[in-house]
Structure formats: C-alpha cells, structure tokens
C-alpha cells in the first residue's frame, strides 16, 4: 500500500514562490507516475502536473506551464513541485497522486495525499 503525505503549502503574496513536497512510503516511488492536482474554493479538481518514474516525461496544464514545475528524487522517495509567480488563482488544496502506469492528466490516479493549502493574496 502507498502512503502519499503533502508538505510546503502556506500563504504567500502574489508574485511569490513556494515549494509542495511528497513523501512516498509503501513501495519503491521509481515503480510509479506522480502528479499534482488541485481543487479551487467552489470549484471542481483540476489537473496541474504529472511526471513519470525518472522524470523523463512530464506534462503541465496550461494555466501553470512556465511558472510550476515538477520534479521528483527516487532517492529519497519524493516528488516536489516548485511553484513560481503564484497568483492569486492558485489559491486550492494541493493533491499529490501516483500511479503504477505512465503519467496521465486524467485524475485516474491510484493513491491520493490528504493534500496541502496554498493561499496566495492578491
């Protein structure tokens, strides 16, 4: 079983930078995909980014390409994603998620975190 456990959220001014870390324990993390999804106040999840095993592929929604990027160290069991030029819009509880399969950005994800909030003020 795969434990997913989200760290980093805070609350930062708009133009700032935070860093949401995974921690995944249960099996080896090299043997899954990671992803980032994220769910606004009153509005429904949405996909942010996704990485496969070694971090040879890896796939941005469009309102964050250029701004967040997602990395990952086998390691030390752990996906990261450094998220720059925050803007208010980025306000949501951040997800962390894997799968034993290719990166996808659809939310058919095995194993979720209990997620991490990210406020940013305009």
């Known amino acids: 079983q795969v434990q997913l456990v989200e760290s980093g959220g805070g609350w930062v001014q708009a133009g700032a930078s935070l860093r949401l870390s995974c921690a995944l324990s249960?099996?080896?993390?090299?043997?899954?995909?990671m992803a980032w999804f994220r769910r606004a106040p009153g509005k429904e999840r949405e996909f942010v980014a996704a990485?496969?095993?070694?971090?040879?592929?890896?796939y941005y929604a469009d309102s964050v390409k250029g701004r967040f990027t997602i990395s990952r160290d086998n390691d030390k069991s752990t996906g990261f994603l450094q998220m720059n030029n925050l803007k208010p819009e980025d306000t949501a509880v951040y997800y962390c998620?894997?799968?034993?399969?290719?990166?996808?950005?659809?939310?058919?994800?095995?194993?979720w975190g209990q997620g991490t909030e990210v406020t940013v003020s305009s």
């Open positions: 998620t894997a799968r034993p399969y290719g990166p996808t950005m659809q939310d058919n994800y095995n194993y």
């Open positions: 249960g099996q080896p993390a090299s043997d899954y995909s």
């Open positions: 990485i496969n095993w070694n971090g040879g592929i890896t």
